[in-house]
């Protein structure tokens, strides 16, 4: 099963803001990843935030952190077209050791639409 | 730089059927990752090498093995391919110490 979960769908129109939802059980986990995944491609990092944030910014994207509840979440502002696709949430399993850097747990992903 | 790479891009085989798939990377990275992405599952690790010469299991890595011979270069093998192992498969990389590990293009799999 998911360690990382997210909604599956998410319908946006155009111009308005998106809020995709993540939770994670790690507690240890360092980073928080979200990933962006355009239809017949790989997977492109968006951004991510440190475990000890509770907000990052960064141009239309913003990622919200609380860690008490486990809980991130990814806010489009002025969605796009160009905006749909499945977007990831990711945690890092690292544990310290050399091994474990760059191991990352995936949530299913949300595929988000951009209607007009 | 051409970044990740993977060979082939698509492949449909027979049940019983061994093929190996190809993930290079040009940016002198450390570690390497397969993963398989499956409807609703989300990407899910296969195994993964922390230097050349080195690998090690993931968390669905049966039926499947790796090797690591160039630091460029990671292959993921099937011996004997199963419906089950229908996939897309992605390679990516990172070095230490950075955030971001970078995605190959993905192979679709199908196994008949």
């Known amino acids: 099963g998911e360690d990382v979960e997210q909604s599956l769908f998410l319908s946006v129109r155009e111009g308005d803001s998106s809020v995709i939802n993540c939770t994670y059980t790690d507690s240890s986990s360092t980073y928080l990843y979200w990933y962006k995944q355009e239809p017949g491609a790989g997977l492109q990092l968006l951004t991510y935030i440190f475990s000890n944030m509770d907000m990052k910014q960064d141009q239309r994207l913003t990622v919200l952190l609380n860690k008490k509840d486990k809980h991130l979440s990814l806010r489009i502002a002025d969605t796009q077209t160009g905006d749909s696709a499945i977007y990831f949430c990711a945690e890092s399993m690292d544990i310290g050791t050399a091994d474990s850097w760059g191991k990352l747990q995936f949530g299913a992903g949300t595929q988000v639409v951009v209607t007009p | 730089n051409a970044g990740v790479t993977q060979t082939p891009k698509f492949r449909v085989l027979k049940t019983g059927q061994s093929m190996t798939l190809l993930c290079a990377q040009d940016?002198?990275?450390?570690?390497m990752y397969w993963y398989r992405q499956d409807p609703g599952m989300g990407l899910r690790l296969i195994h993964y090498s922390v230097g050349e010469g080195t690998t090690a299991k993931g968390e669905v890595p049966d039926g499947y093995n790796v090797s690591r011979l160039k630091k460029q270069n990671f292959l993921l093998g099937l011996e004997s391919a199963a419906p089950s192992q229908t996939s897309v498969y992605f390679c990516?990389?990172?070095?230490?110490?950075?955030?971001?590990?970078?995605f190959g293009p993905g192979t679709r799999l199908t196994v008949l």
């Open positions: 990516a990389s990172t070095r230490p110490n950075t955030d971001t590990q970078y």
């Open positions: 940016m002198n990275h450390e570690y």
